[in-house]
């Protein structure tokens, strides 16, 4: 069901990631390859030259720009929230895709993706990354999903990292495995990673509003009311 935005606005803070579910048939088809109810992913800035409510994404025809809170109404969306950043680094994350303001959208990006997302002969995930040219190269192009992966991997902030283990010695001279973080390749994140990243927190506004399930007022069910209306009409109806 669509979110209320003023359940977004009251919950929303500087640095959330919003996912969005698109209508379109280009975001239909983003929720079909990567197999997510997420389309669309926006960063959220607060307050922006006396406008509030502001987000940075990155549109097809536009490139990257910014939209008030209203320009997702009436879709179903979600915030996934990074944790631990005090406010310096939220400022230089924010101030990383404001920076890049009027970039273009990269459309080979996608189609690169389309590569990657689409089934293909059996070859190892490994092997399937290298043989992308990974987007068009151009450093002012971007989509969505790379732009705000960018942006947290300039404070380096984990998303989706492959995590490799290496043996270390503890204070006490033990041999212990210790995970290493590798950062992921920027072109090759869509909006369902930053759901899926065990690094971010998935905030549904409706909760964090106070939902009490005790004050919710019932309808009837629909199955019962439609029984009951042909059950009214045949008894009206003559014999």
């Known amino acids: 069901m669509p979110t209320r935005t003023d ?7 500087p640095g959330d990631v919003l996912l969005v579910e698109g209508l379109s048939r280009f975001s239909i088809a983003i929720k079909y390859l990567t197999q ?3 389309s669309h992913s926006a960063l959220y800035i607060g307050s922006w030259q006396g406008q509030t409510g502001m987000l940075v994404e ?3 025809r536009e490139g990257v720009r910014l939209v008030p809170l209203s320009h997702f109404f009436g879709l179903q969306a979600r915030i996934c ?8 680094e939220i400022t230089e994350l924010i101030g990383y895709a404001t920076d890049r303001l009027g970039y273009h959208y990269d459309l080979k990006n996608i189609l690169d993706l389309m590569r990657y997302l689409i089934a293909t002969p059996p070859v190892p995930n490994r092997w399937r990354r290298r043989m992308l040219s990974l987007g068009s190269g151009d450093p002012t192009r971007a989509i969505c999903s790379s732009l705000i992966a960018q942006a947290f991997q300039s404070i380096r902030y984990p998303i989706l990292p492959t995590v490799t283990l290496e043996k270390a010695l503890d204070p006490d001279m033990q041999e212990i ?8 390749h920027h ?6 990673d930053f759901d899926l990243s065990p690094y971010f927190e998935v905030v549904k506004p409706t909760l964090a509003a106070g939902f009490d399930p005790h004050l919710v007022t019932w309808g009837e069910p629909p199955v019962e009311r439609e ?3 042909e059950q009214l009409s045949q008894s009206q109806s003559p014999n």
């Open 7 to 13: 359940l977004l606005a009251a919950t929303l803070r």
């Open 36 to 38: 997510s109810t997420w």
């Open 58 to 60: 990155v549109d097809v």
């Open 81 to 88: 929230r990074p944790v631990k950043l005090d406010e310096s």
């Open 177 to 184: 495995h210790q995970e290493i973080l590798h950062i992921r």
């Open 187 to 192: 072109s090759l994140f869509v909006p369902r």
């Open 227 to 229: 029984v009951e209306s």
